[in-house]
């Protein structure tokens, strides 16, 4: 949903994960929506990070704004040409990337690391978009039991392609005292 340098969790997590594929050779590129700033091309840490305000439009309802927030997903990724797109939970931006892209598109691999149904109606969500990103998904793993359990009640065609990855820690870089 936002990117570094906003700190929260998922975000330490994209950040090192993008950092350790870059170190073994591959290019990254984040599109997330705005943490309250400014929507535009940004470089954190050597990456290229797209801004949108995909959480905002969507909230507002605000239609010309969600086709052009669309639209620039689009854009975005057809400038960036990615062998596969990870997704991190369900952001209205991997929802608007879904819509826009009808033609053929890299596999989407969909990482979840919530409960995402509790998630959607704590926030009075409606439940459709998330069903619609579970089933564009080419692949979904969640972090936990929970994770998959709840992603296999909502939306049980994806029962196949659904499969449960931890997240790794790091090793410390000293030892660490008792």
Do not use: C, K
């Not at 050779?25 to 943490?35: A, F, N």
């Not at 879904?98 to 598109?105: D, K, P, Y």
């Amino acid at each position: 949903p936002v990117y570094l340098p906003y700190l929260g969790g998922l975000e330490v997590l994209a950040g090192q994960l993008l950092g350790a594929l870059r170190d073994r050779g591959h290019e990254g590129s984040v599109l997330t929506s705005t943490d309250g700033s400014d929507p535009g091309l940004d470089v954190v840490d050597g990456i290229e990070v797209l801004r949108t305000d995909a959480h905002a439009v969507i909230e507002a309802r605000d239609l010309a704004g969600i086709l052009r927030v669309e639209r620039e997903t689009w854009e975005r990724v057809r400038d960036v040409q990615p062998d596969v797109i990870h997704a991190h939970d369900a952001a209205p931006s991997l929802w608007l990337y879904v819509r826009a892209a009808r033609r053929t598109r890299p596999p989407i691999v969909l990482t979840l690391h919530n409960v995402m149904t509790e998630q959607f109606q704590s926030m009075g969500a409606d439940l459709a978009g998330l069903r619609t990103v579970l089933r564009a998904a080419d692949r979904v793993t969640g972090v936990s039991p929970d994770v998959i359990a709840d992603a296999r009640e909502l939306e049980p065609s994806i029962a196949s392609r659904l499969s449960m990855v931890m997240n790794g820690v790091a090793a410390p870089a000293r030892p660490v005292a008792p």
